[in-house]
């Protein structure tokens, strides 16, 4: 099966560490299910000049999911920064202090030390942004949705798995009920056949009377078949299978989608019998489809 064709998770964790001769530069990634693209990018420092690249890079390879990223870049030299010195505001600040000194009459005691602390006197401003920290963070970007990808199908897998194990049980409650229904439903015509017998009495006896009870039990028995709806059941469970196995297109909504119809079908054929061989399978029927559109919640 290609990569493109197998099922994935929506659940996964993945971390990098690279240190060069200018950095130390940690990254994580984590994803859980949701129906949507959901970025969150948490940093220390701010990074809003490389937000939109990483999210990109992300979004490329995962689709669907609530993505929380964790960024810290650690700078091993200041070459990226520059300090200003406010001098026309430090001139400001001493005109602003000898003066105060001479209001209240106290000494302008003044040195570089107060004026450091001074606001905005001292200002560092980072230069344009580095070219070989964005390409250093895209490369790890790639790296570590690669790792997380590698989870993702891991756990997709298990997933499918336990899917396949549902559906071969609903395909061995759905064949006992195809054992069972022919006799269950002779067994519900001879019963109502009876009832209507003692109901109408010795009458039933002609052969007019017999010939009319047979048909309204024919009738009535024809509201309860369940032929249709086994056969929709049983081909739901073969797209289903295909769509999980890659041979057929689709996706976790539209496997959701075909789980539902499953149970509408496996709803009718319970409402419909009143042997209990079938309707203790159609409990087991549902039961499975529940298990499986719960575990398609995490897949993609």
Same mark, same amino acid.
């Given at each position: ?10 659940? *996964? ?31 220390? /420092? ?10 990109? $890079? ?6 669907? *999911? ?16 520059? $300090?200003?010195?406010? %001098? ?15 209001? $209240? ?6 040195? %570089? ?42 756990? *997709? ?22 054992? #069972? ?19 109408? *009495? ?10 009319? #009870? ?24 073969? /797209? ?17 989608? #075909? ?23 159609? #409990? $087991? ?16």
């Amino acid at each position: 099966m290609k990569v493109d064709d197998m099922v994935r998770s929506m659940t *996964g964790f993945a971390s990098d560490f690279r240190s060069t001769n200018r950095y130390d530069i940690t990254m994580e990634i984590k994803s859980v299910n949701s129906r949507y693209f959901e970025f969150k990018l948490k940093s220390p /420092q701010p990074v809003d000049a490389f937000e939109n690249d990483i999210k990109n $890079v992300v979004f490329e390879k995962l689709r669907r *999911g609530k993505i929380d990223f964790f960024l810290r870049v650690v700078e091993k030299d200041a070459e990226n920064y520059q $300090v200003v010195v406010n %001098l026309e505001l430090g001139r400001k600040y001493r005109t602003a202090l000898a003066s105060l000194a001479r209001e $209240v009459g106290v000494t302008a005691d003044m040195n %570089l030390r107060d004026f450091v602390s001074l606001p905005h006197m001292l200002e560092v401003e980072r230069k344009a942004e580095d070219e070989e920290l964005s390409r250093t963070l895209l490369a790890m970007t790639e790296s570590v949705v690669d790792k997380v990808l590698e989870m993702m199908y891991v756990e *997709g897998k298990r997933t499918q798995d336990d899917i396949e194990a549902s559906l071969a049980a609903i395909r061995t409650a759905l064949a006992a009920i195809e054992k #069972i229904y022919p006799e269950a439903l002779e067994k519900y015509k001879k019963n109502l056949t009876e009832r209507i017998s003692e109901l109408v *009495g010795q009458e039933a006896s002609s052969p007019l009377a017999s010939n009319r #009870i047979l048909m309204e039990v024919e009738l009535v028995a024809s509201r309860t078949a369940i032929n249709e709806e086994i056969v929709r059941l049983g081909s739901h469970i073969q /797209q289903f299978e295909a769509i999980l196995s890659g041979k057929a297109k689709g996706d976790s909504k539209k496997l959701d989608f #075909i789980g539902q119809e499953m149970n509408r079908e496996t709803n009718t054929i319970a409402s419909k019998s009143s042997d209990y061989g079938i309707v203790e399978n159609t #409990i $087991v029927i549902k039961g499975e489809i529940e298990k499986i559109r719960e575990q398609l919640r995490n897949l993609e």
